[in-house]
């Protein structure tokens, strides 16, 4: 499958000095993105990439677990590391980025020169919540609403959910079933993002992944929950502008919580 089918919403810019390669969170497609080449500096080519099965993709078979994901990921990038690049991920998001970038060096090709891992516990802290990606229908709706990721106008549209239940159970299977494999920590540096008022993903959830790097490593947290990616997206950006420019710049670890202003 060529670049141009898993890279949807790019905005080609030859003068980039990076492209940032987005993942999205389950469930969820490219246009949470939509207005993120906005607000990162202009020589940053956002690149969010659509998984099967949704948007353009939706006649396609959606993945159910990780490894023939990031190996057909891996080979679909492969024209567009040609340049540097980062990597994006929230929540499902930010595993299959780790994926990826560990993919990537099975294969000898390009790291990254930059993870940002957002809203994810670090791969080694064991899965703490419900599977329910095998769940019947009604179970299966009623742990969406408790997580909180879905409108409620939208679990209420059955037409709609008929069409998004089968890209969610097999986005939950995707993060349900993968297993660590615990290789050796990335030479890139690592950024994790996190919410203050998450209850999924504890801050020392996220500080477990400076054991992932063998270089820098930051964690920023945000004001909001879960899905902070939306509500407090100027301040991502932010994050994200300082941490991508310029390429390989240090910064301090474990910085304090970003605050508005």
Known sequence: MPAESWIVCRKPNPAARLRLFCLPYAGSGVSIFRT?????????????IQLPGRGSRMAETPFTRMAPLVRALSQALRPLLDKPFAIFGHSLGAIIGFELACELRRQSGPPPVHLFVSAHRAPR?????????????????DELRHL??????????A???RLML?????????????????GPPLDCPISAFGGLRDDRVAPADLAAWRER?????????????????????????????????????????????SRPG
Do not use: K
Request: aromatic share 10%.
């Open 36 to 48: 993120w080449p906005d607000g990162l500096p202009s020589d940053v080519e956002v690149c969010p």
């Open 125 to 141: 802290i064991p899965l703490r919540d419900r599977l329910i990606h095998a769940l019947p229908d009604g179970e299966f709706l």
């Open 148 to 157: 909180n990721g879905i409108p409620e106008q939208v679990l209420a549209e």
């Open 159 to 161: 037409e709609l959910m």
């Open 166 to 182: 089968p890209i969610l159970r097999a986005d939950f299977a995707v993060f349900e079933t993968f297993r660590d494999t615990a």
């Open 213 to 257: 790097t063998a270089g820098p490593f930051a964690r920023r947290m945000f004001p909001g929950d879960h899905f902070f990616m939306n509500t407090a997206r100027p301040l991502l950006l932010q994050a994200l502008s300082q941490d991508l420019g310029p390429v390989n710049c240090p910064f301090r670890a474990d910085e304090a919580p």
